[in-house]
């Protein structure tokens, strides 16, 4: 089978060593037909994505962001929308005000920072997006006007505080809300109905003629499951979690060592029909 289009998570995934896109991978990816889909799939917003899509000379490209719950066509059209209530965003902030955990708040094209302190700065170095420094009730009254809820709320903080929340939440809201432990002081929350592999299938549906059997994904977190599952080839960085490689057809390198490169270097001429 040849595939049509690429589909990748960004952190822990092709992002390399430096949180950025190595050389080797640009040339690869350079390669491919400028008409070749690159979508790109992640936690982020999409302003943290789209400067990635410039620099593989990929945009504008379609975009998964908040793991699905906001997609973006190549033409900034909103083909998915769906948030977490604001009730919800209101009692995990409540849970959260007594502690020393660190809440950010994302909103379609919208990031919220109440804190300039080593958690805010972190994520704008990484992700190279200013946020909107507003408290964070104010947002809530904000979004409270506008009838509107969090695409993506995410806590950082200690190992020991980043567990309990996920324990409080999981034990009341596992229905509603996804949890990710992207890592053991960060704590990624989103809609439960959407995932990157329902956001994946509007986007095809909406702008392609051939379905998730010929796209090739790459991931390495819990977010990434669904999406590997659900295309023609599922591929898992070296790096990913266990569960992640269980359910990939192919493990690559880690993401270090250009895992995505390589395989999209030993499938190009074979798979890609290129």
Same mark, same amino acid.
């Given at each position: ?37 690159? !979508? ?27 793991? =699905? ?38 909103? =379609? ?17 990484? @992700?190279?997006?200013?946020? @909107? ?69 509007? !986007? ?14 790459? =991931? ?55």
């Amino acid at each position: 089978m040849n595939f049509k289009a690429i589909c990748s998570d960004i952190d822990g995934t092709l992002l390399n060593s430096e949180r950025d896109l190595s050389p080797r991978l640009k040339s690869i990816i350079g390669l491919f037909p400028k008409e070749f889909p690159v !979508i790109l799939a992640s936690s982020r917003m999409p302003d943290a994505m789209r400067h990635l899509l410039l620099d593989l000379g990929k945009h504008p490209q379609s975009l998964i962001s908040y793991n =699905g719950g906001f997609v973006l066509s190549s033409k900034g059209e909103i083909l998915e929308d769906v948030s977490i209530p604001l009730a919800l965003v209101e009692k995990i902030l409540r849970l959260t005000e007594k502690t020393e955990i660190h809440v950010s708040l994302y909103q =379609g094209e919208n990031w919220y920072e109440e804190k300039d302190d080593y958690w805010s700065q972190r994520e704008i170095k990484n @992700t190279k997006v200013q946020c @909107t420094w507003m408290k964070a009730m104010d947002v809530l009254e904000l979004w409270n006007k506008v009838n509107s809820g969090a695409h993506k709320v995410m806590c950082m903080g200690s190992s020991q505080d980043i567990s309990w929340l996920f324990g409080e939440l999981h034990w009341e809201h596992a229905k509603d809300l996804h949890l990710y432990r992207s890592s053991d002081t960060y704590l990624e929350i989103a809609p439960r109905a959407i995932s990157k592999a329902t956001g994946l299938r509007k !986007i095809l549906s909406h702008e392609f003629d051939f379905g998730m059997d010929e796209v090739i994904a790459f =991931g390495d977190n819990f977010n990434d499951i669904d999406l590997l599952q659900s295309v023609g080839w599922g591929v898992a960085v070296a790096n990913a979690r266990p569960e992640v490689k269980a359910v990939a057809k192919e493990v690559t390198s880690h993401h270090k060592e250009d895992g995505v490169a390589a395989t999209l270097e030993r499938f190009r001429d074979v798979k890609f029909g290129l």
